[in-house]
């Protein structure tokens, strides 16, 4: 079981990692549908960027699922409700509506059928092959929001 205050925390080549990969949205290259996320810092009230993937779910609506679990963009998102996503120069505004855990256990399994290649690690052997069961007890651990584009 997975709990709702499960972070897992860079470690070795991975901040080298995410600063170059990070650079990759910013030049307009997306890779299987990353964005740079920008959230307004919850206290600092600076814009905080990441990469992340944008998950367009069979009901097509888009979300976005933090495989790390309750990072600092999680924290920042839950207190703005808002952020946009940044390829190149396009910006997208969005408003965020974080999703219940009992709904996310088939967000989480298209999430792992579209990423599990680059997120494994993250899962602890979870696969886009486990049971509802299975999911639905690593779900506190995995934030997921719903996004809509502000127009």
């Not at 992340?52 to 990072?71: I, S």
Request: aromatic residues 10%; glycine residues 10%.
């Amino acid at each position: 079981m997975t709990t709702a205050t499960r972070y897992l925390a860079p470690t070795g080549f991975d901040p080298i990692f995410n600063r170059i990969v990070n650079l990759l949205p910013k030049l307009g290259i997306s890779i299987a549908g990353s964005r740079l996320l920008a959230v307004r810092g919850r206290k600092s009230g600076e814009w905080r960027t990441t990469m992340v993937n944008v998950m367009t779910a069979a009901d097509g609506e888009r979300y976005l699922v933090a495989p790390r679990g309750h990072t600092q963009w999680v924290r920042n998102l839950r207190v703005a409700g808002t952020g946009e996503l940044r390829l190149g120069r396009k910006t997208e505004t969005f408003t965020a509506a974080e999703v219940a855990d009992t709904d996310k256990i088939p967000l989480l399994r298209h999430y792992l059928e579209r990423w599990g290649w680059e997120v494994d690690r993250f899962f602890d052997g979870v696969t886009k092959n486990a049971t509802d069961a299975e999911l639905a007890g690593i779900a506190p651990g995995f934030p997921v929001f719903r996004l809509d584009t502000v127009r």
